[in-house]
């Protein structure tokens, strides 16, 4: 099998975690707790100020054996990170003769797995991360979960292009059950009814408490993450009554619920940052709140929430100056009505009102701030993925790539606003680009089929080049640690050497989702890769130490070991 070197130092994921992880910083504090806390936009363990990078690793409770999970645990350590985001979750409609799962959910009952291949599992994970020195943020479901459209629930679907590829279950971040599975699995129809269905809040209860209370006295747990990228619509319909503050009250119910469970962890939703600035708040902001020190000048500011305004002004300004520059470089092509010598915008194009788009209308059922001020809520999360969303117009002066890095950056900045408004730590929990080389990987989190394989009909070259991820990851990166987020989780982590057997995660002969990606392998092969669903920055190795550095510099002298 050709080395993919998924782990090695020089791999992108390793170099980029071991230069921006950063170490606890003594500071004065009033109380010590072993686990972590909170104090304002910041978050602390032991009486230390806490900033950390780590890593996605959905699949890793589901590795064979205990070994492999030892070693991809200390291989995370090792390069840096602090924090490592697993599944903490496993749901299956009918129960699987090999592999991990945690809870069958069928016909509308739930039987909790505890056994050895069941959430024994996860206590390893535990266990074996506190022993590397390393946190975990327990995501306890999915959003997403494309196989409840199947009558069964089924978790092995054909995958590729003209050529059928079957995976094993758990092999994609969005096999592990969730939301849906629950809906169809009680007989319910609208993919929201997860949040209002009293019978399924029930049975999620029961889950979460089974594994809250496992680790209530565990300092190896970061958070509890409700849910991951939770909001009204997925791939069961969405009901006409779904509204963000459908999904705000669900988070509010469930933070409440867990708390009083566990009074020692940090709770957060997992959501994808999306807000609504018109919105009414169940949560609202305290109108005057008190002036916050400048990050960069040590001068006294105000914080306030993101506006309808200020988006609009601020995107008019950029179109304009992005305009003005391309005009300058000879790149710029005009369209509209030539009157008198100026150019005038065409009356369609005049009709057209400004509008925030859907990551700031409320489009998805979520306010991201009205979360984020839930008292139980402990810090707010979001998520930067342009190749599966979009965060503002693009703008024809520039190119595609320019577009996703700068809407990016500004993702990143009305994030940071937002959670400065609310005052409490903000964590981008997960961020990713597709190059070219992984293209044939890439499978969007809501389907079960590789768009741009070369196995298909049509084939679409698709993704940046290595360099251009690299330079991405660097400007997005130093954006998060200017604005002093106090953590960033990168998507997401790439193991090989893992012990194979047939029917699980890693299965003899998978070596990637479709035939274009796949290696020269064997089914009777005993050792696999991590599954990589086209974010697994194996490829890009060159680059990448300007990264660290500028990781490294951008971290301020204070909060450096």
């Known amino acids: 099998m050709r080395d993919r070197r998924w782990f090695t130092v020089g791999g992108v994921v390793a170099l980029l975690l071991s230069g921006l992880a950063v170490a606890t910083v003594p500071t004065a504090k009033r109380g010590s707790s072993p686990f972590v806390q909170t104090d304002g936009t910041s978050f602390t363990v032991n009486g230390s100020k806490f900033k950390y990078v780590g890593t996605n690793s959905y699949w890793l409770p589901a590795l064979n054996t205990e070994q492999d999970i030892w070693n991809t645990l200390g291989n995370i350590s090792a390069v840096g990170a602090k924090v490592v985001r697993v599944w903490a979750f496993n749901d299956v409609a009918t129960t699987p003769s090999t592999g991990t799962w945690f809870q069958l959910v069928q016909n509308g009952t739930v039987s909790i797995n505890d056994g050895p291949n069941g959430l024994q599992k996860l206590d390893t994970v535990v266990q074996m991360a506190q022993q590397h020195g390393l946190y975990v943020t327990m995501t306890l479901t ?81 958070s509890w993450e409700l849910a991951d990228d939770p909001r009204c619509n997925s791939t069961l319909p969405t009901s006409s009554s779904c509204t963000t503050e459908t999904i705000t009250e669900w988070h509010a119910t469930m933070a409440q619920y867990i708390r009083s469970i566990d009074p020692n962890h940090l709770i957060s939703s997992g959501n994808q940052g999306y807000m609504c600035t018109d919105c009414p708040k169940l949560y609202p902001l305290n109108t005057t709140p008190a002036p916050q020190p400048s ?52 009356g369609t194009r005049r009709q057209q009102a400004p509008e925030v788009g859907s990551a700031y209308d409320g489009s998805y059922g979520v306010d991201s701030q009205d979360i984020m001020n839930i008292p ?160 697994a920055s194996h490829t890009n190795q060159n680059g990448v130490t300007q990264i660290i550095k500028q990781g490294s510099d951008g971290i301020a002298p204070d909060v450096k070991k």
């Open 142 to 222: 999915n959003n997403w979960y494309p196989s409840a459209s199947n009558s069964t629930g089924s978790s092995l679907q054909s995958r590729g292009g003209t050529t059928e590829i079957t995976l094993p279950r758990n092999y994609l971040s969005n096999d592990y059950g969730g939301m849906d599975l629950y809906v169809h699995q009680f007989g319910l129809q609208y993919h929201d009814q997860f949040y209002t269905d009293q019978a399924i809040l029930n049975a999620f209860q029961n889950f979460t408490s089974q594994v809250v209370s496992r680790y209530v006295n565990s300092p190896a747990i970061f």
């Open 295 to 346: 990050p960069s000048q040590g001068s006294q500011k105000r914080n306030v929430p993101v506006t309808t305004e200020q988006l609009l002004r601020k995107r008019a300004e950029t179109r304009r100056l992005n305009r003005l520059a391309a005009k300058l470089a000879g790149k710029l092509k005009e369209d509209g009505i030539r009157v008198r010598g100026r150019w005038a915008a065409t």
């Open 376 to 535: 139980d809520i402990n810090f707010g999360t979001f998520q930067l993925f342009p190749d599966q969303d979009s965060y503002a117009p693009n703008d024809s002066s520039l190119s595609s790539y320019q577009n996703s890095v700068n809407s990016g950056v500004d993702w990143i900045k009305n994030q940071a606003q937002s959670a400065a408004a609310v005052g409490k730590p903000l964590v981008m929990t997960a961020f990713g680009l597709v190059t070219q080389d992984n293209a044939a990987d890439f499978v969007p989190f809501n389907m079960t089929t590789a768009p741009y394989t070369s196995d298909s009909f049509i084939f679409i070259a698709y993704g940046v080049t290595n360099q251009q991820q690299t330079d991405a990851y660097s400007t997005w990166l130093n954006s998060t640690i200017s604005l002093n987020l106090a953590g960033m989780i990168q998507y997401q982590w790439g193991q090989q050497n893992l012990t194979a057997e047939a029917g699980t995660v890693i299965s003899p002969g998978v070596t990637g989702i479709t035939l274009s990606s796949r290696q020269v392998s064997s089914n009777n092969d005993t050792t696999g890769e991590a599954p990589n669903d086209g974010y």
